[in-house]
């Protein structure tokens, strides 16, 4: 079965520290990437997404992500944090059953 | 509407009881998707719905769950006789078509607590 696994489960950084929360996804094939951050008291949203094409994917507020195929790779990076990046971030694939699946997400707190 | 909508954002209910869960997608969106997440855990898929179809049931646990989409806008999901396992955050998730070009917008979920 599908699986997506995000071995970080908590990371707590200082402000202006970098980041990087790893995803790892578990047979290939074609797939489409999203990273979902969910701030406290709100609802999922999307970070950014991979389909096709240049495997780096800018996203919004600085983040950005690399798609790397022949590691099932997809991970999370931010070159400097800021206290307000604390939330849960979740990687989801698509692998064209219709439906995202989603590891279990990071908990990240960032400290000022 | 501008986003998902849920409704109710919370629900107690006890042991037993039927729920009823609501959700009101984005305005033309044909895709409409119900996750649960649990404390610690990420969203786990319970069914797709296209249009008025559930096109893929294969994510309820068991046949306590049942969801509905009659007009393919607004969608109900129904859990019987809940149980205490079934307290979790419900969310639902809509998207233009499928999800692959879009991902989905999410609304803020049901926080289901079964006393």
């Known amino acids: 079965a599908q699986s997506v696994s995000q071995h970080n489960h908590h990371v707590i950084l200082s402000e202006a520290a970098s980041l990087e929360l790893g995803c790892n996804y578990s047979?290939?094939?074609?797939?489409?990437l999203f990273w979902y951050v969910q701030y406290p008291g709100q609802h999922l949203q999307l970070l950014l997404k991979y389909f096709s094409g240049d495997p780096l994917v800018k996203g919004i507020k600085g983040f950005e992500a690399e798609f790397i195929k022949s590691k099932f790779s997809f991970n999370l990076r931010k070159p400097s944090v800021q206290w307000s990046d604390t939330a849960e971030y979740f990687c989801?694939?698509?692998?064209?059953?219709?439906?995202?699946?989603f590891g279990t997400g990071t908990r990240l707190l960032v400290s000022p | 509407g501008a986003g998902v909508s849920q409704t109710p954002s919370n629900k107690v209910t006890e042991k037993g009881k039927y729920v009823e869960l609501r959700c009101d997608p984005i305005s033309g969106h044909t895709a409409l998707y119900w996750y649960r997440q649990s404390l610690g855990q990420g969203p786990e898929f319970l069914i797709y719905?296209?249009?008025?179809?559930?096109?893929?049931d294969s994510g309820l646990p068991n046949d306590r769950f049942f969801a509905v989409r009659p007009e393919g806008s607004v969608s109900t999901l129904k859990i019987q006789r809940t149980e205490r396992g079934d307290s979790a955050v419900y969310l639902c998730?809509?998207?233009?078509?499928?999800?692959?070009?879009?991902?989905?917008?999410f609304g803020s979920g049901t926080r289901l607590t079964v006393v």
């Open positions: 998730a809509s998207s233009p078509e499928g999800p692959a070009n879009y991902g989905y917008t």
């Open positions: 989801a694939v698509y692998w064209g059953f219709q439906k995202l699946v």
């Open positions: 047979y290939g094939g074609t797939v489409n």
């Open positions: 719905f296209q249009g008025t179809g559930a096109a893929d």
